[in-house]
């Protein structure tokens, strides 16, 4: 195929089979993946009034066509069905594929980063706006497409009062959580939620940044999975299937948004790793283990607000984890009893009477992510010594919690769950350790960008999504900066606002 530039907004190549020349869209960005940084940044790079594409793997849903059936929502809105694991198969990884990503399938529980987990990126990335008091203009700006939500105390289920009394018991402070959600009644069923919330409530990418892009000209492709990223002088290639035909797209600039693992997978598929010595390095997921407590009483866990209250007392960041006041899905319980026959279904007939609470550790030792022969995913993510004895102290600690309140039964599940995924494509200042400069390019090739979870140092011990949007906001003021264009409201949407005032 021989490609020729005829003007900055078309390239005109030869068709082989049609025998004649045939003109293709030449975007200003290219963005792949719309999770939260590709819906954030999709949003932030139109508004300028380029034309920027958006390229999906997964599938597009309308709000109300999001099924409450638990084995539907993996099936459908997750890579491998939300069945990957590491290499020891002791560690799931949970990630979307969906239009919107992981801001689908998650809880949109939204924190900014606090100066411990900062201090620590930029120890690591030598990043200098790796700093809370940088970073909080971009945090602002995010936050004011989001409608947020603080957690009261009527908003408690029995689960959250048990979490409660448990941390008043043992002295330790608790605080209530903040959630992106703008409509979501008193007597709601979120947990069905994580399949993707049906109310338009929940502030995934899909209901606040694509429609706003979409609005100011974004085109958005769906089921388009990328398989390979090439950059050149003046402009990227970006290859790929869509719905089982091959097909080519043409971008000044590419912005690589498919999180830790696509990210990675696109890079080392696309044969960087020789060019990028750190590609696949530094993976964290703040593995998760769920201990399960039985009481006489009725809890009923799975009802009302999903999630409400936080470990918020100083020690547990001291301490390196976190608990989280939580529970899941039948099918996710199911997989945590091992066992089958009688004894399970026995498990399974007190669903009602049980109360849930998860230790995530701040992983400090790497995993690494790399590929096979076939071109498959493979994560090696052992648990170091030093995370397991985080991980131990953390279900002691839960246990004594259940104790205190006078479960008749308490049990940790052995496997670790890891839904915040993040590195491979490390930021930093060192092409040797890192794969994106602080200006969000790839080392050595100033025509494609990374801001997403891929470019963690560390981890940060701390819920990542609102910090991915504010990294993506200023990714794209760097992007729009360097190409000499408007980084602030485009005139559509400054129409809009100013009718809006005037009304
Ligand atoms: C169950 C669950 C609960 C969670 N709860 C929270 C929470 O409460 N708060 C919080 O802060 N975080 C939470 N998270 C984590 C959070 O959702 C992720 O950290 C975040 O979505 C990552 O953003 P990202 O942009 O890096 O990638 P993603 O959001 O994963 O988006 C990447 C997108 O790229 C697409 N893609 C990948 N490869 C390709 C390719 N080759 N071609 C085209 N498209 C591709 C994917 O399909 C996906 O849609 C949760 C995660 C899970 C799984």
């Given at each position: ?112 980063f606090?100066?411990v987990a900062y201090n620590d990126w930029r120890t690591q990335s030598g990043v200098g706006f790796h700093d ?128 830790a ?17 750190a590609?696949?390095k530094n993976f964290h ?77 701040r992983d400090q030792?790497p ?55 993040m590195g491979g494509c490390t930021i930093g200042q060192n092409?040797?350790t890192s794969v994106v400069n602080e200006?969000f ?9 990374i801001a997403d979870s891929s470019t963690f140092p560390n981890a940060p011990g701390v819920?990542p999504?609102?910090t991915i949007?504010?990294l ?32």
């Amino acid at each position: 195929m021989s490609v020729r530039i005829v003007a900055t907004d078309n390239v005109l190549f030869n068709d082989n089979k049609k025998k004649r020349p045939v003109m293709k869209k030449f975007y200003d960005y290219i963005i792949v993946g719309s999770g939260a940084s590709g819906g954030a940044l999709s949003y932030f790079l139109s508004r300028s009034g380029a034309k920027v594409l958006m390229l999906e793997a997964g599938k597009r849903y309308a709000a109300d066509t999001f099924s409450s059936n638990e084995m539907h929502a993996n099936s459908r809105l997750m890579w491998g069905g939300g069945t990957e694991m590491n290499t020891e198969a002791d560690q799931i990884f949970l990630r979307g594929k969906v239009v919107g990503g992981g801001t689908i399938i998650n809880q949109c529980l939204l924190d900014r980063f606090d100066d411990v987990a900062y201090n620590d990126w930029r120890t690591q990335s030598g990043v200098g706006f790796h700093d809370l008091s940088t970073m909080n203009r971009h945090y602002d700006e995010v936050e004011s497409h989001l409608s947020l939500y603080t957690m009261q105390k009527q908003d408690w289920n029995g689960n959250a009062e048990l979490y409660a009394k448990a941390f008043d018991n043992l002295g330790l402070e608790h605080s209530p959580l903040r959630r992106g959600q703008s409509n979501c009644n008193n007597d709601n069923d979120c947990i069905v939620c994580l399949g993707g919330c049906s109310r338009k409530s929940k502030q995934s990418t899909l209901e606040t940044f694509i429609p706003k892009a979409e609005k100011e000209g974004l085109t958005l492709i769906s089921e388009f999975e990328v398989a390979e990223v090439i950059h050149g002088e003046s402009f990227v290639t970006v290859q790929g299937n869509h719905k089982g035909e091959a097909t080519t797209y043409y971008g000044r600039k590419c912005i690589i948004a498919s999180g830790a693992v696509g990210t990675t997978k696109l890079l080392l598929k696309s044969q960087l790793q020789k060019k990028l010595p750190a590609l696949g390095k530094n993976f964290h997921c703040h593995p998760q283990w769920m201990t399960l407590a039985f009481f006489n009483d009725t809890v009923d866990s799975h009802k009302g607000f999903f999630q409400t209250l936080k470990s918020s007392d100083p020690r547990f960041r001291q301490w390196g984890f976190k608990l989280e006041n939580v529970f899941a899905g039948p099918i996710a319980l199911a997989l945590l009893k091992q066992g089958y026959g009688g004894d399970h279904q026995q498990f399974m007939q007190r669903l009602r009477n049980m109360a849930c609470i998860e230790v995530a550790v701040r992983d400090q030792d790497p995993g690494e992510i790399s590929l096979n022969n076939a071109g498959k995913v493979v994560i090696k993510k052992p648990l170091s010594d030093g995370d397991r004895q985080r991980a131990n102290h953390g279900n002691r600690l839960v246990n004594d919690m259940f104790n205190s309140l006078g479960a008749y039964e308490v049990m940790t599940s052995p496997m670790r769950i890891g839904l915040h995924l993040m590195g491979g494509c490390t930021i930093g200042q060192n092409a040797a350790t890192s794969v994106v400069n602080e200006g969000f390019e790839v080392h050595g090739m100033k025509n494609i960008y990374i801001a997403d979870s891929s470019t963690f140092p560390n981890a940060p011990g701390v819920n990542p999504m609102l910090t991915i949007l504010a990294l993506a906001h200023r990714a794209s003021e760097t992007i729009l900066a360097e190409a000499g264009q408007r980084t602030t409201a485009s005139r559509t949407t400054q129409k809009t606002a100013s009718k809006e005032k005037t009304s």
